[in-house]
C-alpha cells in the first residue's frame, strides 16, 4: 500500500477485527477515521455478487462529479471490466483478504488521475460476504480535480494482501486437545 489512507484504514480494520477473519460492520466508528472518511465508502454486496455503494466519501463522490450512493460499484470501470471487478470482489469476500488495487482514472477531456483503491471485508449481524470497506485516494491531487468528473477507472495492478487470521484446518485437534509443553513460572512458598 501506498498511500497513507490506505495505510491507515486497513490498520484500524486490521485492530477491529482482532483474532476474527473480519471485523463486524458495527465495530467500525466513523470519528475514529474521520481523517480519511471522505476517501472511504462501504459496498453492499448482493445475492448474486453484485456490490452496490451504501455509502461514499465526498472526495470520492467529487472525483466522479455525483453522488454513488445507491450506484453499481461495477459503473466505474468500462463495461469490459465489469467481469475482473466483480472478481476482485468476489476474491475480496471469499478469502477474507484485503485488496489493494492501483488505477487510472480518465475524465471526457482525456485528464488521467492515479488513484489507490482498497477494498477489506466486513461482516454484517454475524452474516460474511455482506459488506466490504473501501478506500479510494488521489495520488496526489491535480488542479482539475472536481473540475473535470472522472468517467471511468482503468485497473493497472492489484494485490491480495493477507492477513495472520486463517481457517483452522481440518486435520487440527481442538486446542485442549493438543499436548504441549507448557512452563508456568512462580516462585518458591
Known amino acids: 500500500m501506498k498511500h497513507a489512507t490506505s495505510r491507515m484504514l486497513f490498520a484500524y480494520w486490521d485492530a477491529a477485527r482482532g483474532e476474527r477473519a473480519s471485523p463486524e460492520r458495527s465495530e467500525i466508528e466513523p470519528g475514529a477515521i474521520r481523517h480519511i472518511l471522505a476517501d472511504t465508502f462501504i459496498l453492499e454486496i448482493g445475492a448474486n455478487g453484485t456490490a452496490e455503494f451504501r455509502l461514499a466519501g465526498t472526495r470520492v463522490c467529487a472525483l466522479f462529479g455525483r ?15 465489469g467481469q475482473e471487478v466483480c472478481h476482485s470482489v468476489e476474491v475480496v469476500m471469499d478469502e477474507a483478504a484485503g485488496l489493494v488495487m492501483g ?3 480518465a475524465t471526457l477531456e482525456g485528464l488521467t488521475i492515479n488513484l489507490e483503491m482498497l477494498l477489506l471485508p466486513l461482516r454484517y449481524r ?32 492489484q494485490r491480495v494482501i493477507r492477513t495472520s487470521w486463517a481457517p483452522p484446518s481440518v486435520h487440527e485437534k481442538p486446542a485442549e486437545q493438543q499436548r504441549r509443553f507448557v512452563v508456568h513460572h512462580g516462585g518458591r512458598a
Open 67 to 81: 453522488e454513488l450512493k445507491g450506484q453499481s460499484f461495477e459503473r466505474l470501470w468500462p463495461a469490459h471490466a
Open 126 to 157: 454475524g452474516k460474511t460476504h455482506a459488506l466490504a470497506l473501501g478506500a479510494l485516494s488521489p495520488m496526489t491531487i491535480p488542479a482539475w480535480f472536481g473540475l473535470y468528473p472522472v468517467s471511468f477507472l482503468n485497473m493497472v495492478s
Open 103 to 105: 488505477h487510472v482514472g
